[in-house]
């Protein structure tokens, strides 16, 4: 069983709709969140950080935390077409002072279509 | 701007020869990594570097090579020994002091070996 479990997808919706991603770990020592979204043949871009459970909102972006069932989400509510991309989650134990090894999801691609 | 660059974007060699794939940060980052990316496999650390002139085997090291002389820069060498070394190839740098564990990511270099 992989330490972060992500649904790959592809998810298709039309635009204006409320999207949800989802990821499951299985390590509890995961204390820092990430979400990154990656557009086809670049590298992936930071969009939201959560520090252990909680909800943080920017913008149409939500990022939603629950510790105690291991699994967090995105919501990406008003959908566009520029949404289209590749998400993909990323967890830390976080050890300040030492490099931050990350454990990615293998990433859901996501289509908005008009 | 502050940014991390890899070059080339697309590279192209023989099955046999070795090649190097370059890294620089401009973000004053100490750490920095190499990821590899496939189809449907998420992004695999080949290895990290915490500070110059250090640095650690990943989770597929093998056939793998790099060098840390320099703050700003964290060559990729793929060796001959690589077995499948076509991918996508992702560099990567982050802090390692305070409580932030993001890692900003390059813009990826593709190689294909034939």
């Known amino acids: 069983q992989k330490e972060v479990e992500q649904d790959p997808g592809p998810l298709s919706v039309p635009e204006g709709a409320i999207v949800s991603l989802n990821c499951t770990y299985s390590n509890s020592a995961f204390q820092y969140f990430m979400w990154y979204r990656q557009y086809s043949r670049k590298g992936p871009e930071l969009l939201m950080y959560t520090y252990s459970s909680g909800n943080k909102e920017d913008g149409r972006f939500t990022a939603q935390v629950d510790k105690s069932s291991k699994y967090i989400s995105l919501f990406i509510r008003d959908s566009q077409p520029s949404d289209s991309a590749t998400y993909l989650c990323a967890m830390s134990v976080g050890r300040t002072g030492t490099a931050s090894k990350l454990t990615f999801g293998t990433g859901t691609r996501l289509q908005v279509t008009l | 701007d502050g940014g991390i660059t890899q070059s080339p974007k697309y590279l192209f060699r023989k099955e046999g020869q070795n090649v190097t794939l370059s890294c620089e940060q401009n973000?004053?980052?100490?750490?920095m990594y190499w990821y590899r990316q496939d189809p449907g496999q998420g992004l695999r650390l080949i290895y990290y570097s915490q500070i110059v002139n250090d640095f650690q085997k990943g989770d597929i090291a093998e056939g793998y090579s790099v060098s840390r002389e320099k703050k700003e820069s964290f060559p990729l060498t793929v060796t001959s020994a690589q077995k499948n070394p076509t991918a996508f190839y992702l560099c990567a740098s982050s802090i390692t002091s305070g409580v932030r564990y993001e890692q900003y990511f390059g813009p990826g270099t593709r190689l294909t070996v034939t």
């Open positions: 973000l004053n980052h100490d750490a």
